[in-house]
T-cell receptor, first 113, second 106 residues
Framework: KAGVTQTPRYLIKTRGQQVTLSCSPI?????VSWYQQTPGQGLQFLFE???????NKGNFPGRFSGRQFSNSRSEMNVSTLELGDSALYLC????????????FGPGTRLTVT | KNEVEQSPQNLTAQEGEFITINCSYS?????LHWLQQHPGGGIVSLFM???GKKKHGRLIATINIQEKHSSLHITASHPRDSAVYIC????????FGTGTSLTVIP
């Protein structure tokens, strides 16, 4: 089975721009979660989707949004980028929500200049 | 206040040593995960625990639900074990520890 894939792997954007990141889960997995990792804050939960519905959202401003499609692929969008949004964005898929094994993608490294 | 506390933050060991990484948490959880992250960013899930003890090869993970504490042990450590180990707990969502950076010297 193919693993979790994320595109693009690297991205450089300018302050004020917006960005869309994509995550394709493992085949058969219906839950996708997104995380932000920075040197200062470590890993932080962004959102969790299951069957096209957002189940949970972490403590991030409304500039961060996401969605999940009927094929379980997910996208996250960050609008009006700030320098502090520079981070590694990771997605993880699992069969369902709750206490399930998470399988992580390689991440998208976003640099905001 | 961090919901998940890990110790130590950094650890250097000689090849062959027995290693312990500790994790304490303050929220109610349904499961605790131990993750491994190598340079470059890729994260691998090592264990998912809700009670007791699990073993995979040289790695052992334990959890004490009453004390809200978990430990990850590496027996006979090897340089390829060098990585960051992250404790994560599933409550409403995931809370993460800040990680333990392990370096194993040959």
């Amino acid at each position: 089975k193919a693993g979790v894939t994320q595109t693009p792997r690297y991205l450089i954007k300018t302050r004020g721009q917006q960005v869309t990141l994509s995550c394709s889960p493992i085949s058969g997995h219906r839950s996708v979660s997104w995380y932000q990792q920075t040197p200062g804050q470590g890993l932080q939960f962004l959102f969790e989707y299951f069957s096209e519905t957002q189940r949970n959202k972490g403590n991030f401003p409304g500039r961060f949004s996401g969605r999940q499609f009927s094929n379980s692929r997910s996208e996250m969008n960050v609008s009006t980028l700030e320098l502090g949004d520079s981070a590694l964005y990771l997605c993880a898929s699992s069969l369902g929500t709750g206490s399930r094994e998470q399988y992580f993608g390689p991440g998208t490294r976003l640099t905001v200049t | 206040k961090n919901e998940v506390e890990q110790s130590p933050q950094n650890l250097t060991a000689q090849e062959g040593e027995f290693i312990t990484i500790n994790c304490s948490y303050s929220v109610g959880i349904s499961a605790l995960h131990w993750l491994q992250q190598h340079p470059g960013g890729g994260i691998v899930s090592l264990f998912m625990l809700s009670s007791g003890k699990k073993k995979h090869g040289r790695l052992i993970a334990t959890i004490n639900i009453q004390e809200k504490h978990s430990s990850l042990h590496i027996t006979a450590s090897h340089p390829r074990d060098s990585a960051v180990y992250i404790c994560a707990v599933r409550s409403w969502w995931f809370y993460f520890g800040t990680g333990t950076s392990l370096t194993v010297i040959p």
